[in-house]
């Protein structure tokens, strides 16, 4: 006869719970704001829009939306020690110098969405899981398995093969653009990979503290030095001369539909990053990223219906690899989970059920 559950394995289950439903959460935003915010950005530019700096200042021009919710969560959990002057320079080193490191990619991405079509694009990004795999190798000690190889071999090949194809992609651009878009989604990527590596390790080493309230202030205070450095630069390039310019000879529905590109992009990449932050802060960044690899593989598809991308051969079998590559990392996390609860087991089952501090 099984023995009913203590008090110890019934608390853990409802702690379970709960991280599943953040997971699943910030998982679905994740997908859907990605696919939304790539879409709206590609309007931009095939309305008419040229300005990437612009491109770049709305896909963190978002922050001020997290504001309430921030407040909220901050009004839920009790207050902390106010941090010693040494804490409060480390964190604004870190938003700081996370929030340039994510500037850095928007524009570079902006770069290479304006000269590649949408459904290249997106299958180059998701080059970004490989990249990660390797730096969260190194920054986060996290573990070359079979399955983590066989992915990181997978993706790199299906973005060879994508960098190859786009090479007879119709678009406007030159071919000289189209081999500076794919340089530059590659190097956005790895770059993106790294930024989040860096941000788990800063909520394993300095932040300390695995809350909603924790992940949401990280993402308005790096988001708020993003677009800080990206209004900078769209200042200093001049480009802020040509809004009104493009603003009136907008194709996709002149200046409200301006204003609504615009405005419903930032509002898509900044509920994206509150889902990412909030995925590295509940698991990993390897986790955040192999879900973010889901969102890029999808967006070709939405391409091919909303601007008419060509979906050739070589597009649709580099999308099989990226999906087969996304699947050895799932696979990958279900081996950790099952391990990890087998030792969690045989710990309560050595020390009693009610040992809890014995079993982590």
């Not at 040229?50 to 009790?78: I, Y």
């Not at 190097?187 to 309230?213: C, D, H, N, Q």
């Not at 989970?337 to 710990?347: A, H, I």
Request: hydrophobic letters at 50%; glycine letters at 6%.
């Amino acid at each position: 006869m099984a023995r009913p559950p203590s008090k110890f394995e019934e608390m853990a289950a409802v702690l379970r719970w709960k991280w599943q439903i953040m997971v699943a959460v910030a998982t679905s935003v994740i997908i859907v704001t990605h696919s939304a915010g790539t879409l709206l950005g590609r309007l931009y530019f095939d309305g008419g829009g040229r300005s990437k700096w612009l491109a770049t200042v709305v896909q963190s021009a978002g922050a001020p939306l997290c504001l309430p919710l921030l407040c909220l969560l901050s009004l839920r959990v009790k207050s902390p020690p106010p941090p010693s002057a040494a804490r409060r320079r480390d964190l604004a080193l870190i938003y700081l110098s996370l929030g340039f490191l994510i500037s850095a990619s928007n524009l570079m991405y902006s770069y290479a969405l304006l000269y590649l079509p949408v459904s290249t694009f997106s299958l180059l990004c998701a080059t970004q899981l490989a990249f990660n795999a390797v730096s969260s190798y190194f920054l986060n000690a996290h573990r070359f398995t079979p399955p983590v190889l066989n992915s990181v071999a997978l993706l790199t090949f299906s973005a060879v093969l994508v960098a190859v194809g786009s090479e007879s992609d119709a678009s406007n651009a030159s071919r000289s653009e189209r081999r500076l878009g794919v340089a530059l989604a590659l190097a956005a990527s790895a770059l993106f990979a790294l930024t989040l590596s860096l941000m788990e390790l800063s909520f394993e080493r300095v932040i300390k503290a695995r809350t909603w309230a924790a992940a949401v202030e990280m993402e308005v205070w790096t988001s708020t030095a993003a677009t800080a450095a990206a209004v900078a630069g769209l200042w200093a390039s001049g480009e802020w001369r040509r809004v009104g310019e493009e603003m009136e000879r907008f194709r996709r529905g002149g200046r409200a539909g301006y204003v609504m590109a615009l405005v419903g992009t930032a509002a898509a990449w900044q509920l994206y990053a509150v889902g990412l932050v909030a995925l590295v802060e509940a698991a990993s960044a390897l986790f955040a990223n192999v879900t973010c690899t889901v969102g890029t593989a999808l967006v070709p598809l939405a391409a091919v219906a909303v601007f008419g991308d060509e979906m050739d051969a070589a597009k649709a079998v580099a999308m099989g690899i990226a999906f087969w590559g996304f699947a050895s990392y799932v696979y990958q996390h279900y081996l950790d989970e099952s391990n990890s609860k087998r030792g969690v087991d045989s710990c309560n089952r050595a020390n009693g059920s009610d040992a809890p501090d014995a079993c982590p």
